[in-house]
């Protein structure tokens, strides 16, 4: 039960494109498509934003997009805007009715 | 309006017991499964627990397994985690969590404190 692995931080610009990468393992990542993202403000619960690797909830920006290619997913946040500014959450099912979740990466809206 | 709040958190010595509730609204509670995920003071998310939409299965995460006991009373629409033989790196606040028909949590709480410290 390992964490996912995040940086630790990431920045850009508004308007300007961001990537954050989640790195698992066989086991976790790599073998489900159970691969969901969490947006968490400061003093708040996390709020989902992704799930199964790229599908987004009803109201969640289209911004906002997941994808996954073996071991690693990532979340995608086009258009950059100042509110987007938060620590986000990578998390996987990893079998036997277990979660994992990555470390979080805090975004900076430069 | 799906509504999760927990409460029983607070300060506890090293060695301690308490036990957490989930009061659960606006949904059928006993059609899904539940989860406990706690943040440490200025860290991160980390899975703890998971329980059947009945109550029985259970699942928790290596740090806390023998230790931490997850149940839920459908009847109440409450969740429940019973956490004995309590330790410093306990110390976190504990949200409870509702999981969608996939291993997602789509709905959390605000969270409740816990404070292990002599």
């Known amino acids: 039960q390992s964490a996912l692995t995040q940086p630790r931080s990431v920045s850009g610009s508004p308007g300007q494109s961001v990537t954050i990468p989640c790195t698992g393992t066989s086991n976790d990542v790599g073998a489900y498509r159970y691969v969901s993202w969490y947006q968490q403000h400061p003093g708040k619960a996390p709020k989902f934003m992704i799930y199964d690797v790229s599908e987004r909830p009803s109201g969640v920006p289209d911004r906002f997009s997941g994808s996954k290619s073996g071991n690693t997913a990532s979340l995608t946040i086009s258009g950059l805007q100042a509110e987007d500014e938060a620590d986000y959450y990578c998390?996987?099912?990893?079998?036997?009715?277990?979660?994992?979740f990555g470390g979080g990466t805090r975004l900076t809206v430069l | 309006e799906v509504q999760l709040v927990e409460s029983g958190g607070g300060l506890v010595q090293p060695g301690g017991s308490l036990r957490l509730s989930c009061a659960a609204s606006g949904f059928t509670f006993s059609s899904y499964w539940m989860h406990w995920v706690r943040q440490a003071p200025g860290e991160g998310l980390v899975w703890v627990s998971r329980i059947h939409s009945d109550g029985s299965s259970t699942s928790y995460a290596d740090s806390v397994k023998g230790r931490f006991t997850v149940s839920r009373d459908n009847a109440k629409n409450t969740l429940f985690l019973q956490m004995n033989s309590l330790r410093a790196e306990d110390t976190a606040v504990y949200y409870c969590?509702?999981?969608?028909?996939?291993?997602?949590?789509?709905?959390w709480g605000q969270g409740t404190l816990v404070t292990v410290s002599s």
């Open positions: 998390c996987s099912y990893a079998g036997s009715y277990t979660l994992v």
């Open positions: 969590a509702r999981e969608r028909v996939d291993p997602t949590l789509d709905y």
